[in-house]
């Protein structure tokens, strides 16, 4: 249980007469929290929520919404807003994160959308604000798309997707070592992000199936192949939970972080399974934080692993099933 969870248990007296909604959930124990009713909704597919969706539906019932802090100051005004376009009358709102993790600022924001913005509480290195969220106008996803030019390709992002509104320098390298040594027939994007290495490998005549643990993410690259008119599948999931096939190759850019925590376990599975998801003679391409030790990794679980591409921050590994 994460430590904003465990300071929102503390006002277990108060949450016994509410019905919350508890938006972009990053901890499955909130599930757990003693409300009269409860819902979660995430955008991490992992949280296992009620809701898995790029948004919040408010639910006629709820009379209390509560927000951990997101990482994004985009994300958390988005979500603010998608929720205040919901209500007609003012509605209690909670922000809740770590003290050192940028509740300052998000409280600042907080209050560009709620009265009465005040601290509730403070426990275990976090702090519980609340506040009385203003009704506003419905917002819709596409209203807050932002769109990047990649060759004669156009991306689509949303706020609390990877490399929002620009495309990152480990996918840009990734791309040009992919231009030398495109792969053919079904490939996976796997952690698809807005979808650029989707829309350029679908550009370019492959069967592209594109798979992320956020579900912005997921309407993102949705987006992007439709935007461009390309074929290619996209599904939400935890790595190759919902993929079947198997790939002539497998392409990522995989996260070292979840959410505000650096980790590398995610990565160390992907590489682990990889070959399950591989034909006898595909390939994982790969790039990555030259920092991180994932050479070992790769040698573990292929044949032949190489360096293609290469900078000061960067590698690009091609590794042979």
Same mark, same amino acid.
């Given at each position: 249980?994460?430590?904003?969870?465990?300071?929102?248990?503390?006002?277990?007296?108060?949450?016994?007469?509410?019905?919350?909604?508890?938006?972009?959930?990053?901890?499955?124990?909130?599930?757990?929290?003693?409300?009269?009713?409860?819902?979660?909704?995430?955008?991490?597919?992992?949280?296992?929520?009620?809701?898995?969706?790029?948004?919040?539906?408010?639910?006629?019932?709820?009379?209390?919404?509560?927000?951990?802090?997101?990482?994004?100051?985009?994300?958390?005004?988005?979500?603010?807003?998608?929720?205040?376009?919901?209500?007609?009358?003012?509605?209690?709102?909670?922000?809740?994160?770590? +003290?050192?993790?940028?509740?300052?600022?998000?409280?600042?924001?907080?209050?560009?959308?709620?009265?009465?913005?005040?601290?509730?509480?403070?426990?275990?290195?976090?702090?519980?604000?609340?506040?009385?969220?203003?009704?506003?106008?419905?917002?819709?996803?596409?209203?807050?798309?932002?769109? *990047?030019?990649?060759?004669?390709?156009?991306?689509?992002?949303?706020?609390?997707?990877?490399?929002?509104?620009?495309?990152?320098?480990?996918?840009?390298?990734?791309?040009?070592?992919?231009?030398?040594?495109?792969?053919?027939?079904?490939?996976?994007?796997?952690?698809?992000?807005?979808?650029?290495?989707?829309?350029?490998?679908?550009?370019?005549?492959?069967?592209?199936? +594109?798979?992320?643990?956020?579900?912005?993410?997921?309407?993102?690259?949705?987006?992007?192949?439709?935007?461009?008119?390309?074929?290619?599948?996209?599904?939400?999931?935890?790595?190759?939970?919902?993929?079947?096939?198997?790939?002539e190759a497998i392409v990522t850019n995989?996260?070292?972080?979840?959410?505000?925590?650096?980790?590398?376990?995610? *990565?160390?599975?992907?590489?682990?399974?990889?070959?399950?998801?591989?034909?006898?003679?595909?390939?994982?391409?790969?790039?990555?934080?030259?920092?991180?030790?994932?050479?070992?990794?790769?040698?573990?679980?292929?044949?032949?692993?190489?360096?293609?591409?290469?900078?000061?921050?960067?590698?690009?590994?091609?590794?042979?099933?």
């Open positions: 249980m994460e430590n904003s969870t465990q300071l929102l248990w503390r006002q277990q007296a108060t949450l016994a007469g509410r019905r919350v909604l508890v938006m972009d959930a990053n901890d499955p124990a909130l599930a757990e929290l003693p409300a009269e009713q409860l819902y979660l909704h995430a955008d991490d597919y992992t949280v296992g929520a009620h809701q898995w969706a790029p948004l919040p539906t408010l639910p006629d019932d709820v009379d209390l919404v509560i927000l951990p802090l997101p990482k994004s100051a985009e994300r958390l005004e988005l979500l603010l807003r998608a929720v205040a376009g919901q209500i007609e009358t003012p509605m209690d709102v909670w922000l809740v994160g770590p +003290a050192k993790g940028g509740i300052r600022g998000g409280v600042t924001r907080l209050s560009r959308f709620a009265d009465d913005v005040t601290l509730l509480d403070s426990a275990r290195h976090c702090k519980l604000y609340g506040g009385q969220l203003r009704p506003a106008q419905p917002l819709a996803l596409e209203q807050v798309a932002s769109l *990047t030019t990649l060759d004669d390709l156009q991306v689509v992002s949303y706020p609390g997707v990877f490399s929002h509104g620009r495309l990152d320098e480990g996918s840009a390298l990734l791309l040009e070592a992919l231009a030398e040594g495109l792969p053919r027939g079904k490939v996976l994007d796997m952690g698809c992000g807005g979808g650029a290495l989707s829309a350029r490998l679908a550009h370019s005549g492959c069967q592209v199936t +594109a798979t992320d643990v956020s579900a912005t993410a997921v309407a993102a690259a949705t987006a992007t192949l439709e935007r461009n008119h390309l074929q290619g599948k996209v599904v939400g999931g935890d790595l190759y939970e919902s993929i079947g096939a198997r790939f995989p996260p070292f972080h979840d959410g505000r925590d650096r980790t590398m376990s995610i *990565t160390r599975r992907l590489i682990r399974e990889a070959p399950e998801h591989l034909t006898d003679k595909g390939t994982l391409w790969m790039v990555a934080n030259r920092e991180l030790p994932y050479a070992q990794w790769l040698d573990q679980a292929f044949k032949h692993v190489q360096v293609v591409r290469e900078t000061n921050r960067f590698r690009v590994y091609r590794a042979l099933r």
